[in-house]
């Protein structure tokens, strides 16, 4: 994904905004994660996959209340002044009033202060949450603290989702999960001060020193160390990890890395701090959009690609309003309305031509944002660029601990 665009890429490319989907994305850090994830063996007993006959008894039981508590990440969906069109339209079409509420800062603190309600079987306040693939969502599906779908209530789903974000390694058959949007983590970098990228060993060059960022985030961290050994982070087993552990101390050692970050790297690469850093896409993107000169690649040995994914909590009160919203925005003129504000990859291909539609329509800036997001790799992915990315490995409670144990000591170092 080499990208040469000139600043005017994103030129008046949707609103600005002050927080983005990442900002202090696990803001906890790391000491907090390693706390929270050793309580867990206290909290709550892994459970056995959740029986067909009694999923089906629990939704035919469910009655629709005509109301529904949401709760999801900063800047995360259509919204017109204080208004979010889409979830009018949902309103309007079903009857059900929704809470909407942007209560996620990050998975860690947010999995955190819900762990303990729902091992208690409280309510959490929310009949639908959106939670990263990663150690939390894994830990929630593990101990049974989510609603497996049903899916014959989900046709959108099943017509309109792209293939690839079907039955993803973390929750097979989509379980207990479908997709609101996905990221990509790549390398960003500062064209006044670096020439061009290609290669994730960019990040290990030694004219960069002091120059580089990379995030403080385990899983990230270790995609990346992987990757630039050549090892399919999927596949990777503990000796692996223990390679890939050592690149990165180099890497730290030499003195190359400026800092591990949360989400504050993208005003350090601005700012000309660091002049190449581990990035997310849509932090990238939006940054263009407001004119500074920055680019963004998936570098050729791999990057990563995440999902934030709609779910529902087990103490949720109205599970069958949560599940008629997650049906709601699979369809491609609703998933065009949030794809067009929140500019992150949609799981709903169909948009692309529906964006075009509109930009057809569109007239002056509105028309070149629009132009600029159906074309946007950022946002719709090439085959070549969707062929080099890959996800965090899926670990168990015992590979966490040995995993955690050899790369927290990078970061924190």
């Given at each position: ?36 994830l050793a ?39 259509d919204?017109d ?61 593990a101990?049974?603290?989510?609603v497996p ?31 609101w ?28 020193k ?8 385990t ?39 400026r ?8 005003d ?9 850093t ?9 940054q ?53 504000y ?11 031509d529906l ?20 074309k ?33 000591p990078?970061?924190?170092?």
């Open positions: 994904m080499h990208h040469s665009h000139d600043p005017a890429f994103l030129r008046g490319m949707t609103q600005s905004r002050s927080i983005t989907r990442r900002d202090a994305f696990r803001l906890a850090g790391l000491s907090a994660a390693g706390v929270a309580g867990c063996g206290v909290q709550g007993k892994k459970v056995d996959p959740p029986k067909v006959d009694a999923v089906a008894d629990f939704w035919a039981s469910q009655k629709k209340n005509d109301l529904l508590r949401f709760a999801n990440w900063p800047l995360y969906i919204k002044g204080k208004r979010y069109p889409s979830l009018e339209m949902f309103t309007a079409d079903t009857g059900i009033k929704v809470t909407y509420q942007e209560a996620i800062q990050d998975n860690t603190t947010f999995f955190g202060k819900m762990q303990p309600l729902l091992a208690a079987d409280n309510d959490i306040g929310y009949d639908l949450m959106v939670l990263t693939n990663g150690l939390q969502l894994s830990k929630a599906i101990l049974g603290y989510l779908l049903d899916h014959s209530k989900l046709p959108n789903f099943a017509a309109n989702a792209a293939q690839k974000v079907k039955n993803p390694t973390w929750d097979p058959n989509n379980t207990h999960t479908i997709p949007t996905v990221g990509l983590t790549g390398i960003a970098y500062n064209p006044k001060y670096v020439d061009g990228v290609t290669s994730i060993q960019d990040l290990w060059n030694p004219k960069y002091g120059k580089v960022g990379m995030m403080l985030d899983q990230e961290v270790a995609n990346f160390g992987l990757f630039s050994l050549g090892i399919d982070p999927d596949k990777s087993t503990e000796a692996d990890w223990r390679k890939a552990g050592e690149k990165l101390k180099k890497q730290r050692d030499a003195g190359l890395v800092k591990y970050y949360e989400n504050d790297y993208v350090a690469l601005v700012r000309g701090d660091v002049w190449i581990m990035a997310w896409s849509g932090d990238i993107f939006q263009v959009a407001e004119g500074k000169d920055l680019k963004f690649v998936v570098p050729e040995e791999g990057g990563t690609i995440w999902t934030d994914n709609m779910c529902i909590p087990k103490t949720a009160q109205n599970p069958l309003d949560a599940l008629m919203l997650m049906d709601y925005v699979y369809q491609p003129k609703i998933a065009t309305m949030l794809v067009e929140i500019n992150y990859i949609t799981p709903v291909p169909a948009t692309k964006i075009l539609a509109d930009a057809a329509k569109a007239k002056g800036d509105d028309k070149a944002s629009l132009e600029q997001i159906a946007s790799p950022l946002i719709f992915p090439s085959e070549t660029d969707m062929a080099k990315l890959r996800s965090y490995k899926t670990l168990t409670t015992a590979e966490e601990k040995v995993f955690e144990s050899i790369f927290q990078v970061t924190q170092g």
